[in-house]
């Protein structure tokens, strides 16, 4: 009798075995898809980016401050591509981030239920904007009726118009990202605030945004992550000049829009300047790798207190 | 059957009131509640509640479930208007003021009437820092330091703590934080502190610990707290207040009075019920 039961138990279980193993085998292989995908790039990018340093030393391209690929005379020195990039990145976060967590600070903490519910919504519309648009406005709008007038510039494009289009790209992301932060943090938090005789501007800035910091500072990252990965609006405004300069007022081009301009231009597959793409997307590719992985662990000590 | 031992407790408040009178025979009253109705958007929560607190003693608010007794004493300091559509109508005197009248400014008043919840809630820095917390929205300068160390000794926590002010308040057992929040309760020198349900989420030892405090903070605070532990209120409170749940869902006040009148010799035969266990 008991032989039976196990046997007919052993019977089920292999059957239900035989049943899921298709959908096992379906359900890994989409797993594997992205993982592959990833692998894959990362290795196109280093195969293209080790016969790029056959030609070009790491050295001379880690420290070199002239980019002048598309020249005659041929310079391979990244630090023009990877300043624009810190420049227009940083510069977005600087008007992103503070815009972005008022806007949650307000939302989480001020905006009664009515206007969250349309005020929430909206940003995530901006949010969906797409990036040549925002490009067009920097050129169209942000450079000759904001930038122009109030610095005298001379040129259309500057590294500050398209910082401040990308600055307002991030904002609904930072926003929306520190905002659901925010609300994470417990109501007796803020009741126990309350409670002591503070007002809602003292609860939102002593106890909610530094128990949410972590997630805001994740929120930050991601923000920063995306910024340095950003192509359009950058490829668009800020010029296709490589110009190692801290000066957000002059053209500038960063990584993205270098990688941009070679692969949509007419240049010859398998030269050197060709394959500087690929050391430029390797250096991008660990760039925002580390960026993300920062975010995560910010993120992972964020998760560890509220669970 | 339990009923017997339920009617044993209220001996030991008895034998403590003994000593009461010692202190001032007639208690001043500091809250008079006065036909307080209060809402959640357009559910009524209370009806018609008219009770008077009395100075540097311990009231109880007793109660089944869904009675309405945290509404109550959140509308003691306005925090119930703190809830999503939560409104009150009636008044809540304050040493003769109604703290509904135009012109109080319910931030003001919360620094006079503390308040300890359910779940102990210190905010996520220091020791110090949650004890300070108080005195630095208020604007109270002057020796924060010696004023922590005398809200944690009052609070009956300061040998426990005294060598790691610096560390996260997190780190303290569930009755410690406790004590915590009534630390940074008492640091802005309330007259009244109000205690929804403070032990409920604590053992046995750190609730006994906190009912102690209780009885000592009475000598110079009012306390009015919750508890849905009968033994608890006979234990620590001079005055308890009954509420029931009508048939509208709204809380009302059945009975109210002395706390050994209304543990030994209820006028209302649902406080009876209750307290003997017969319904919870």
Known sequence: M??????????????????????LAFLFMCALASIGTTVGIVIVLLEGALQFFREVPVFEFLTGTEWTPLFSNKQFGVLPLLSA???????ALAIAVPVGLLTAVYLSEYAPEGVRSIVKPVLEVLAGIPTVVLGYFAISFINPTIIKPLFSTETPFTALGAAMAMGVMLIPMVASLSEDAMRAVPASLREGAYAVGSDRFQVSVKVVVPAALSGIVAAALLALARAVGETMIVTIAAGSIANFSANPLEPMQTMTAYIAQVVFGDTERGGVEYQSVFAVGLLLFIFTLSINMLAQAVLARFREIYD | MVTENFLNLPQTTTAEAAVEPARDATPESVIDVRELQAYYGENRALKDISLSLY???????????????????????????????????????????????????????????????????????SIFENVAFGLKVNGISGNTSERVERSLRRAALWDEVKDRLKQSALQLSG??????????????????????EPCSALDPM??????????????????????????????????????????????????????????TNPKSEHTEAYITGRFS
């Open chain 1, 2 to 23: 008991a032989n039976l039961i196990a046997e007919y138990s052993r019977n089920r279980r292999l059957r239900q075995r035989m049943r899921e193993a298709p959908i």
């Open chain 1, 85 to 91: 990039t810190v420049v227009i990145s940083f510069a």
């Open chain 2, 55 to 125: 100075s540097r003693r311990v009231s109880a608010i007793i109660g089944p479930s869904g009675c309405g007794k945290s509404t109550l004493v959140r509308c003691l300091n306005r925090m119930h208007e703190m809830s999503s559509g939560g409104h009150v109508k009636g008044e809540v005197l304050y040493q003769g003021e109604n703290i509904y009248g135009a012109g109080v400014d319910p931030v003001e008043l919360r620094s006079r009437i503390g308040m300890v919840f359910q779940k102990p809630n210190p905010f996520p820095k």
């Open chain 2, 206 to 263: 750190a609730t006994l610990a906190v009912e102690e405090l209780i009885r000592e903070l009475s000598q110079e605070v009012t306390i009015i707290i919750v508890t849905h532990n009968m033994q608890q209120a006979a234990r620590v409170s001079h005055h308890t207040a009954f509420l029931m749940m009508d048939q509208d869902k709204a809380g009302y006040l059945v009975e109210y009075g002395p706390t050994s009148e209304v543990f």
């Open chain 2, 175 to 196: 009755g410690q934080q406790q004590r915590l929040c009534i630390a940074r309760a008492l640091a802005v020198e309330p007259e009244v502190i109000l205690m929804d």
